[in-house]
Nanobody, 127 residues
Framework: QVHVAESGGGSVQAGGSLRLSCAAS????????MGWFRQAPGKEREGVAT????????YYYDSVKGRFTISRSDTRNTVYLEMSSLKPEDTAMYYC????????????????????WGQGTQVTVSS
């Protein structure tokens, strides 16, 4: 049973930083694509950043380029999202999700292409 769990959310003032972690477990030793997504009240879930653990290939959505960094642990079972220069519009529930992909899988795939989801962690940025 694949399990995905986020941690590290919280409240911060605008301009501040937070680091989110996502741990994946319950699968055999294989690489995967992990995406960070977010959803604010009344809005659709949107992509933030994605990574393929096999090659460390990364993709950032326009809204976070230059401010957020996605990375993986050396053991490749944890993915991090470093968030800096946070804005009030970054306030949302942040989710990570896993799809067991190959290296040619497009990292810009929409949320419904991912199979395993965490419960989410809240990020609140005050002005």
């Amino acid at each position: 049973q694949v399990h995905v769990a986020e941690s590290g959310g919280g409240s911060v003032q605008a301009g501040g930083s937070l680091r989110l972690s996502c741990a994946a477990s319950g699968y055999s030793d294989r690489d995967y694509c992990m995406g960070w997504f977010r959803q604010a009240p009344g809005k659709e879930r949107e992509g933030v950043a994605t990574i393929y653990t096999g090659t460390d290939a990364r993709y950032y959505y326009d809204s976070v380029k230059g401010r957020f960094t996605i990375s993986r642990s050396d053991t490749r079972n944890t993915v991090y999202l470093e968030m800096s220069s946070l804005k009030p519009e970054d306030t949302a529930m942040y989710y990570c999700a896993v799809h067991f992909c190959g290296g040619s899988w497009l990292l810009s795939k929409p949320p419904y292409e991912y199979d395993y989801w965490g419960q989410g962690t809240q990020v609140t940025v005050s002005s």
